[in-house]
């Protein structure tokens, strides 16, 4: 499985969490098979985004211009979580590929106006961590 599988997965399993409070557990057996094992990858974007909610919530709420963090749709909101998480807590993939990667789950599960939006959201984030990383 390579990572954009993996995000689809994570994406899906967290979508199910959060929007219906689905088990962990359940969640993941529903979108990746029964007994199938689950990609590392997977489990680690769940455990950090699990560990950081409350700091990536923050960032997403810090960087929105004229909105509220209530009105951002539950697919919205949950590809932010999984690329703020990448962007901050995977030092090894590069923040240019955690926006890519989240644009790309945009034009899966959203449309052009989520794109623009995510990608407006996660640009921002990412100045701010260029900017402390100097």
């Not at 959060?18 to 007994?35: F, M, Q, W």
């Amino acid at each position: 499985m390579n990572r954009r599988q993996a995000r689809e997965i994570a994406l899906q399993v967290l979508f199910q969490t959060t929007l219906s409070n689905t088990d962990r557990k359940i969640a993941i057996d529903a979108v990746n098979g029964e007994g199938v094992p689950v990609d590392p990858f997977v489990v680690r974007l769940l455990n950090e985004i699990s560990s950081h909610e409350t700091e990536i919530d923050r960032q997403i709420k810090a960087h929105l211009v004229n909105w509220s963090f209530d009105r951002i749709g539950n697919i919205d909101k949950t590809i932010l979580r999984l690329a703020i998480c990448e962007m901050l807590y995977f030092d090894d993939i590069p923040t240019t590929v955690s926006i890519n990667e989240a644009v790309e789950l945009c034009r899966k599960y959203g449309d052009e106006q989520t794109r623009k939006f995510v990608n407006g959201i996660l640009s921002s984030i990412s100045k701010e961590i260029e900017t402390k990383n100097r």
